[in-house]
């Protein structure tokens, strides 16, 4: 009897186990690529999150130092102004110096000095600052210019005269005071030429 039915075939093992493999070489596969992109898109992130935060400092440290220089400009904006001003202020304080029996000259003198306290209020409350050294003062190179020397037994280096008042704007000298100083006399010796013991009076002398 001719068997009709068709013979089952049966499953082949082997193929099925290769196949399982490739599927999991080819995950296997993708999942490493994956993770590559991963780690790549990671360190970009990185790198872009650091140039970022590097950006944004050199963005503040700009911003501090236009700020500082602004009010640096602002702070010291009448410097130049103020040193034109100089001769008129010279002017003024020595006219107020004087005196006058006279009554007629002495009430303008009232009326200069008031407009002269006025002037120096307004460079007061600008940041200005007179610069006036008192007779008997030590002298400071800092704030002040000796414009002669004067000898003297006492202390050398000791204000004796103001010329002319100095100012400062805020940490700006403008103007030292213009001061005469004192020295100790020159000694003279047998051959007949003079000799100067005060070493330390040559700094207040003008160069």
Avoid: C
């Avoid at 009897?1 to 049966?10: A, L, R, Y």
């Avoid at 999942?31 to 140039?51: F, G, M, P, R, V």
């Avoid at 102004?81 to 009430?107: C, G, I, P, W, Y």
């Avoid at 005269?161 to 000694?187: C, D, F, N, T, W």
Wanted: proline residues 2%; without cysteine.
């Amino acid at each position: 009897m001719v068997n009709d039915e068709k013979e089952v075939k049966q499953p082949d093992s082997t193929s099925n186990e290769s196949s399982n493999i490739d599927m999991k070489k080819s995950f296997k596969e993708k999942l490493a690529k994956q993770q590559d992109e991963i780690s790549k898109l990671q360190k970009d992130l990185e790198h872009w999150k650091n140039e970022y935060y590097k950006a944004y400092a050199d963005m503040a440290n700009l911003r501090k130092t236009i700020e500082k220089d602004q009010s640096e400009a602002y702070k010291y904006r009448i410097e130049g102004f103020a040193q034109n001003l100089l001769q008129v202020l010279d002017a003024f304080d020595m006219a107020l110096k004087q005196e006058s029996t006279n009554e007629v000259v002495r009430n303008y003198l009232i009326g200069f000095q008031y407009v002269y306290k006025q002037l120096v209020n307004i460079l007061t409350d600008e940041g200005i600052v007179e610069i006036e050294p008192k007779i008997g003062d030590k002298f400071d190179e800092k704030d002040m210019h000796a414009v002669d020397t004067i000898d003297d037994d006492g202390e050398p280096n000791i204000v004796k005269k103001v010329s002319l008042k100095g100012y400062r704007l805020h940490e700006h000298l403008i103007r030292p005071a213009m001061v005469v100083v004192s020295k100790k006399p020159s000694k003279v010796k047998e051959d007949g030429e003079k000799k100067d013991d005060n070493k330390d009076v040559k700094d207040a002398e003008v160069k």
